[in-house]
């Protein structure tokens, strides 16, 4: 499994990004997929999971409402639509994906398989 995070940059408040994680080595289909971030001098922190199965996500409390994660299939690659992004969203996002299949062992940090990280900043 390796694991190709992009679509980070920089947006002003209330914009919105779309983050990709593509896949390129075995397929995805029995693999729990996430996202964390890590902001300056902050501890890195889970943002969102999505099972194996594309039929449970789970979602960091800060981005509930406004953090969507999707996977395609096809493209063996895991989305997270983030929308009216915040300041305090601003940090580096790594992907991440474990061999249970569970959205829930993401979210516990039971992460087997990490991407390299991609930056957003968003300026007030």
């Known amino acids: 499994v390796q694991l190709q995070a992009s679509g980070g940059g920089s947006v002003q408040a209330g914009g919105g990004l779309r983050l990709s994680c593509a896949n390129s080595?075995?397929?995805?289909?029995?693999?729990?997929m996430g996202w964390f971030r890590q902001a300056p001098g902050k501890e890195r922190e889970f943002v969102a999971a999505?099972?194996?199965?594309?039929?449970?996500?789970d979602y960091a409390d800060a981005v509930k409402g406004r953090f969507t994660i999707s996977k395609d299939y096809a493209k063996n690659t895991v989305y997270l639509q983030m929308n009216s992004l915040k300041p305090e969203d601003t940090a580096v996002y790594y992907c991440?994906?474990?061999?249970?299949?569970?959205?829930?062992?993401?979210?516990?940090?039971?992460?087997?398989?990490w991407g390299q990280g991609t930056q957003v900043t968003v300026s007030s």
């Open positions: 999505i099972s194996w199965s594309g039929g449970s996500t």
């Open positions: 080595g075995r397929t995805f289909s029995n693999l729990g």
């Open positions: 991440a994906a474990d061999n249970s299949g569970s959205d829930y062992a993401i979210r516990a940090g039971r992460v087997d398989y």
